[in-house]
Each structure stands twice: as C-alpha cells, then as structure tokens.
C-alpha cells in the first residue's frame, strides 16, 4: 500500500519536525495577495504589477497539504512478512507468562491479580467513566461555533479564534480539576488528562483548520467580485492569472470523496473525525471497503491481554520498587543518595518491558483496532522507531498521530504566526511538548520538579551531537545510544519523582 506523503525539502532536516518547507508560509507574493484581498478594495489590486510579482513567485502551495493521508498497512502486522511465526510465538508467551504470574499471584495473596494495581483501576470506575463521557460531549463546543460562523453569526478571523481558544484553556483545566475535586486514584487521573488531551487536539485541529478555510472562502469570493467588475485596464494574461489563482486557492474547499467547504461543518462530519484514531482534520479520509470483523476480534483479545500482563507485571515487579522508593523520602538527602542507584537499577528491566508493553497495546493493538472499526485506512500510527539512530527520529516515528499534529499546528504555525526560523520553530515545539509531558507527571505526583521536561529538552543537544561527522554514519553505535536511553531515561525519571 502507498505510503503518507509530505512535502520533502532540499535541505536537511535538523529535527524531528524539520520535515519540508513550510506548508503555512505560501511565497511572500501570496502572502501579499492574501492579505491585499482581504483588507483593500478588489479594484485596487487589479495590477499589472502585482500579477507579475505573483507569479514570478515560487511555486505555490496549499498551507495544510504538507501532511495528506494515504491508505497503508501498520507495520507490524502479522501477515505483512515473513516472520509471522514470531508473532504466534510471541502470543503464546504472553499467554505462558500471564498463566504462571497468575498462578504464583494467587499462591502468594489468594487473589489472581494481586491486590494493589486492580484495587486503583476499580475504584470509582463508574464515575470516571461518566466524567469522561462528560468530557466528550464537551468537546462539541467547537462544532458549535463552527455552525455559528457558517451562518454569519459570528466572525472567526475576529472572534472566533479568541473564543476557541480560552474554550480549550477552560477545557483543560476543568477537567484536571474535576479529577482532583473527585480524588481519583493517581491511574483514573492520569488516564483523564490523557484523554482530555487527545481530544484537546482534536478540537483545535478542527477548529483551526476550518477557521483558516473560512479565509480561503472569503479570498474566493473577493476574486469573484473582482472578476465581475470591468477588468478592461487588465490584459487578457493579467485576467486569467487572477482566474488561475483563484482556481488555485479554491482547490483547498473541495474533496474528491467527501463533503466541500463549508458543507463538512456538520455534527455528523465531527463526530466521524472524533471517531478516527487522528489528531489532524481533515474534511475526507481514506476509507476500506469493509470491517474485518475477525481482526477487530484478534485486536481486541490482544488489548485485554497486554492489559492483564500490564497489571501483573506492575503488582510483582514495579509496585514493590515504588513502595521501596516512596519509603526513602524520610531520609536524609545523603542516604537517598546512596540507596537511590540500587533503585534505578532494579527498575530498569520492568520499567523496559512496560514502556514495550504501553507502545503495543496503545498503537498497535487499540489504534489499529478502533481504525478497522471506523475503516480508516491509513494505519501508519507508528514507525520502525526501534531502529532509531536520532532523537528527532524517535521524535517522528514513535508516536505519529501526535507528531502530525505537532508537525501542523504548532511547529508550522510557530513560523507562520511569528516568523521565526525553523529552528526556533523546533526549540517552541520541544517545549510544548516537554511542559505538556511534565504536566503528566504532576497530575501523577502531584508535584513539580522539572526532572521530565530537562530530559526531554536534552534531546535537542543529543540530536546536534547525532549529526557531528563522529556519528554520523555509525548506524550501530547510534543505535545503542539510542536504546541506552530508552533504557535508563524513563527508569531514571520515574525514580526521580518517588525518591526526592
């Protein structure tokens, strides 16, 4: 199957959002076009000169057609290769292992799971089920103001963007607050940040990418007025460069297969996308031709048995280290000290296996599962990221939907909005990123200390180093960097958190 394709620049990339030339700055030409259509008299701009500075311009293009959608196979699927005998071997040892962690669980506390992690994922099952069911229907605010828009109710360019915007502020915060307000278990708090970001994203994505369609359908009739008007002062070229721009832009409103612009704004249009395992609207999406019911099947018993594992493998291997962590926090600073490396080392082995196991479940098993439900077609959720050289290329590959949208909505809007370099674009979009991660670890801790969001923002200089003639072309050793960091990363961030 074809492959997602974006838009590749000539120079390279120097980090995981340095993907090819700036799909929201168009030439300065037709920046210049767009911002004279919208704010003076049609008439005015009906020049010899201004059209030939249009299109001595480079080569045009659509502000969010960097990032299109394409149908294509997840990567590690069973029947994609000629290795599909280790993921059958793969299945039976999961199968092997949470038998016998059962059976020594139950052996050890005459319960088959252990008493601790099942007890926090039971508790107040229900009402965190219905505060995010709550938190969902929230999210229809911004089909709302879409609607109000369409109908000329409200003004996006004035307005609308300022009310999206504090909605999604008030979105956020709300919710952390509900969950705190409601003492959750630190699990149900964190699972309801998590989703409360994903559908943050989504939200904004669908409001801003039909906000900045509104400005296409307003040039468009702008060129329309301008077209009916006496152009005799024109030449015949001047007029069909103004008609070819507009035709250029108007391409932006239609969809080969799906709704056009402003007809996608519809409860049914954003409910399908709140559907999609996306974070990037998009009016239409490559569809199958049917649900495959059986994998849906294979999918679902995956996600139910990584989860048990999961939990086996938090009760007899990660709980104890924590508990042992938590109980050095009375201790002077100088035996912390000292005790704290046994810590990190004996966390390592089953912090790996559960960050292996969190990568499955979540982008292959879950994904994948809700895009054959939905018959979304481009399951490119992830990529090859264990054979990551580069930081910026774990950066892209591990978690692809939320690179998409940081790629769209921050990293190309950073330098389009402000006009700053490509550079400071990535330094803006690591940072985000970094601030949202420690966010996370104060919802779990309830403590801010920084330590995710240094290690995080370490990545940039690990990337410059990455580039130096000493590594790059050493593939291997770039390799055993890499996963040296997987390794001791995430284990001596989380020791960090329960021990100071």
Same mark, same amino acid.
């Given at each position: 199957?074809?492959?997602?394709?974006?838009?590749?620049?000539?120079?390279?990339?120097?980090?995981?959002?340095?993907?090819?030339?700036?799909?929201?700055?168009?030439?300065?030409?037709?920046?210049?076009?767009?911002?004279?259509?919208?704010?003076?008299?049609?008439?005015?701009?009906?020049?010899?000169?201004?059209?030939?500075?249009?299109?001595?311009?480079?080569?045009? =293009?659509?502000?969010?057609?960097?990032?299109?959608?394409?149908?294509?196979?997840?990567?590690?699927?069973?029947?994609?290769?000629?290795?599909?005998?280790?993921?059958?071997?793969?299945?039976?040892?999961?199968?092997?292992?949470?038998?016998?962690?059962?059976?020594?669980?139950?052996?050890?506390?005459?319960?088959?799971?252990?008493?601790?992690?099942?007890?926090?994922?039971?508790?107040?099952?229900?009402?965190?089920?219905?505060?995010?069911?709550?938190?969902?229907?929230?999210?229809?605010?911004?089909?709302?103001?879409?609607?109000?828009?369409?109908?000329?109710?409200?003004?996006?360019?004035?307005?609308?963007?300022?009310?999206?915007?504090?909605?999604? =502020?008030?979105?956020?915060?709300?919710?952390?607050?509900?969950?705190?307000?409601?003492?959750?278990?630190?699990?149900?708090?964190?699972?309801?940040?998590?989703?409360?970001?994903?559908?943050?994203?989504?939200?904004?994505?669908?409001?801003?990418?039909?906000?900045?369609?509104?400005?296409?359908?307003?040039?468009?009739?702008?060129?329309?007025?301008?077209?009916?008007?006496?152009?005799?002062?024109?030449?015949?070229?001047?007029?069909?460069?103004?008609?070819?721009?507009?035709?250029?832009?108007?391409?932006?409103?239609?969809?080969?297969?799906?709704?056009?612009?402003?007809?996608?704004?519809?409860?049914?249009?954003?409910?399908?996308?709140?559907?999609?395992?996306?974070?990037?609207?998009?009016?239409?999406?490559?569809?199958?031709?049917?649900?495959?019911?059986?994998?849906?099947?294979?999918?679902?018993?995956?996600?139910?048995?990584?989860?048990?594992?999961?939990?086996?493998?938090?009760?007899?291997?990660?709980?104890?280290?924590?508990?042992?962590?938590?109980?050095?926090?009375?201790?002077?600073?100088?035996?912390?000290?000292?005790?704290?490396?046994?810590?990190?080392?004996?966390?390592?082995?089953?912090?790996?296996?559960?960050?292996?196991?969190?990568?499955?479940?979540?982008?292959?098993?879950?994904?994948?599962?809700?895009?054959?439900?939905?018959?979304?077609?481009?399951?490119?959720?992830?990529?090859?990221?264990?054979?990551?050289?580069?930081?910026?290329?774990?950066?892209?590959?591990?978690?692809?939907?939320?690179?998409?949208?940081?790629?769209?909505?921050?990293?190309?809007?950073?330098?389009?909005?402000?006009?700053?370099?490509?550079?400071?674009?990535?330094?803006?979009?690591?940072?985000?990123?970094?601030?949202?991660?420690?966010?996370?670890?104060?919802?779990?801790?309830?403590?801010?200390?920084?330590?995710?969001?240094?290690?995080?923002?370490?990545?940039?200089?690990?990337?410059?180093?990455?580039?130096?003639?000493?590594?790059?072309?050493?593939?291997?050793?770039?390799?055993?960097?890499?996963?040296?960091?997987?390794?001791?990363?995430?284990?001596?961030?989380?020791?960090?958190?329960?021990?100071?």
């Amino acid at each position: 199957m074809s492959k997602r394709t974006t838009v590749s620049s000539p120079s390279s990339s120097s980090s995981g959002y340095d993907s090819g030339p700036d799909p929201a700055s168009p030439p300065p030409a037709l920046i210049h076009a767009t911002r004279s259509f919208l704010n003076q008299p049609a008439q005015k701009l009906i020049s010899k000169d201004y059209f030939r500075r249009l299109y001595n311009a480079p080569k045009r =293009t659509h502000r969010f057609k960097a990032i299109e959608f394409k149908p294509q196979a997840t990567l590690l699927e069973a029947s994609a290769g000629p290795f599909s005998g280790f993921f059958t071997l793969f299945w039976m040892i999961v199968a092997l292992l949470i038998l016998n962690s059962m059976r020594d669980t139950y052996a050890r506390t005459h319960t088959l799971l252990g008493p601790h992690i099942i007890n926090y994922l039971k508790k107040d099952l229900l009402k965190v089920a219905l505060v995010d069911l709550q938190m969902y229907i929230a999210t229809y605010f911004g089909v709302g103001l879409q609607l109000l828009v369409k109908h000329g109710i409200v003004s996006w360019t004035q307005t609308g963007w300022i009310l999206q915007n504090v909605w999604q =502020t008030i979105f956020l915060f709300y919710f952390m607050w509900v969950a705190e307000y409601m003492q959750f278990p630190w699990i149900a708090r964190v699972f309801l940040l998590l989703h409360s970001l994903v559908l943050l994203m989504k939200q904004h994505s669908y409001a801003f990418f039909n906000g900045y369609l509104w400005s296409v359908l307003t040039q468009v009739k702008v060129i329309d007025t301008a077209l009916k008007k006496d152009t005799s002062t024109l030449s015949l070229k001047d007029t069909k460069d103004l008609a070819e721009f507009r035709t250029f832009i108007a391409q932006e409103l239609t969809q080969q297969d799906g709704p056009n612009f402003p007809d996608n704004i519809s409860l049914k249009n954003y409910f399908e996308f709140s559907m999609f395992p996306t974070l990037v609207y998009r009016m239409a999406y490559p569809r199958t031709s049917s649900i495959r019911w059986g994998y849906v099947g294979e999918k679902t018993l995956a996600t139910f048995g990584v989860f048990l594992l999961m939990i086996i493998v938090a009760e007899n291997s990660l709980y104890p280290i924590a508990m042992e962590a938590l109980s050095l926090r009375g201790l002077s600073t100088m035996e912390k000290v000292q005790r704290y490396p046994a810590i990190l080392v004996d966390l390592i082995p089953p912090f790996v296996l559960m960050i292996l196991l969190v990568f499955y479940i979540i982008w292959d098993a879950i994904l994948n599962g809700i895009a054959e439900l939905t018959r979304f077609a481009d399951r490119g959720f992830y990529g090859a990221w264990w054979n990551c050289v580069t930081w910026d290329q774990f950066a892209r590959d591990w978690n692809t939907p939320v690179h998409l949208f940081l790629l769209q909505h921050v990293y190309h809007s950073t330098i389009s909005v402000f006009n700053v370099s490509k550079r400071t674009a990535t330094l803006y979009t690591f940072l985000l990123s970094s601030c949202i991660h420690e966010l996370v670890m104060f919802v779990i801790f309830k403590k801010l200390r920084g330590y995710l969001l240094c290690l995080q923002m370490c990545q940039l200089p690990l990337v410059a180093i990455s580039r130096t003639r000493y590594l790059r072309d050493k593939k291997v050793l770039g390799n055993v960097i890499f996963w040296l960091g997987i390794m001791t990363g995430p284990s001596l961030m989380c020791s960090l958190y329960l021990t100071f």
